[in-house]
């Protein structure tokens, strides 16, 4: 199988010698789960796309400190590829930023939420389980970083988790797209230095709060699993 990773930012340097850059990131959770994958980077925030749709059987995208409602010419580029993928049946897993550029792409809704501020670890229950979930389970707790929330659904949407801070956690569109607003690939070390690394913009109580969630156990290694099943399935 051959991912593409579509990258929409980089780790900002200071801490890249200590966690390395989005790509990274989210190809060595991937190869975890299968040690033989072929990957492809582009860099889309540099206006880099597949030359074709089909030029990797499935891709996935990073997040990304940029809005989807930025109005950058890239942003615009990368929703009507998306678009155009959703056509041609191509899976596609969107984290964090990829999330609400799909939910916009397809017809929806993004805003920066009046809830502020999500980061550190958020909790979340499965509502709707699908054939790929395996193993199972009926939470889905993964560390987060993110001021927009998806607040309208495209129709071809089905919301699979939530929580009462992002009640559009995990959605999937038909059999192939599947998008999350959590951060798979991020470690509970990272989300610590990016919330240091923050302290200007994020306020002082949530990162209080964000800062006490990472003592919990977070599902990265098994969202990843699921996104490997995901992409199989999708594929068959």
Do not use: N
């Given at each position: 199988m051959k991912i593409g990773i579509l990258q929409c930012d980089d780790v900002m340097e200071s801490l890249q010698s200590r966690h390395g850059n989005y790509p990274e990131m989210i190809e060595n959770l991937l190869r975890e789960q299968q040690a033989d994958?072929?990957?492809?980077?582009?860099?889309?925030?540099?206006?880099?796309?597949?030359s074709r749709l089909d030029e990797c059987d499935a891709y996935i995208t990073t997040g990304s400190r940029y809005g989807v409602n930025d109005g950058d010419g890239w942003i615009s580029e990368?929703?009507?590829?998306?678009?155009?993928?959703?056509?041609?049946?191509?899976?596609?897993?969107?984290?964090?930023?990829?999330?609400?550029?799909?939910?916009?792409?397809?017809g929806g809704k993004v805003v920066k939420s009046d809830k502020g501020w999500g980061v550190g670890v958020s909790f979340n229950q499965v509502l709707s389980p699908k054939p790929w979930m395996e193993p199972f389970q009926s939470q889905?707790?993964?560390?987060?970083?993110?001021?927009?929330?998806?607040?309208?659904?495209?129709p071809q949407a089905e919301v699979l988790a939530a929580s009462s801070f992002c009640p559009y956690y995990l959605v999937q569109y038909g059999e192939h797209?599947?998008?999350?607003?959590?951060?798979?690939?991020?470690?509970?070390?990272?989300?610590?230095?990016?919330?240091?690394?923050?302290r200007d913009r994020i306020p002082a109580n949530r990162i209080r709060e964000g800062m006490a969630s990472?003592?919990?156990?977070?599902?990265?290694?098994?969202?990843m699993r699921w996104v490997m099943n995901f992409y199989r399935h999708a594929l068959s």
């Open positions: 994958i072929e990957v492809a980077v582009y860099r889309v925030l540099e206006g880099q796309l597949p990368l929703e009507q590829w998306v678009r155009q993928l959703f056509d041609a049946r191509i899976p596609l897993v969107g984290i964090c930023f990829g999330h609400q550029l799909v939910a916009k792409a397809l889905l707790d993964l560390v987060v970083s993110h001021q927009d929330q998806v607040s309208i659904l495209p797209f599947l998008t999350v607003q959590g951060h798979p690939e991020f470690c509970k070390d990272y989300s610590c230095d990016l919330m240091d690394a923050r990472l003592a919990a156990e977070v599902d990265d290694r098994l969202m």
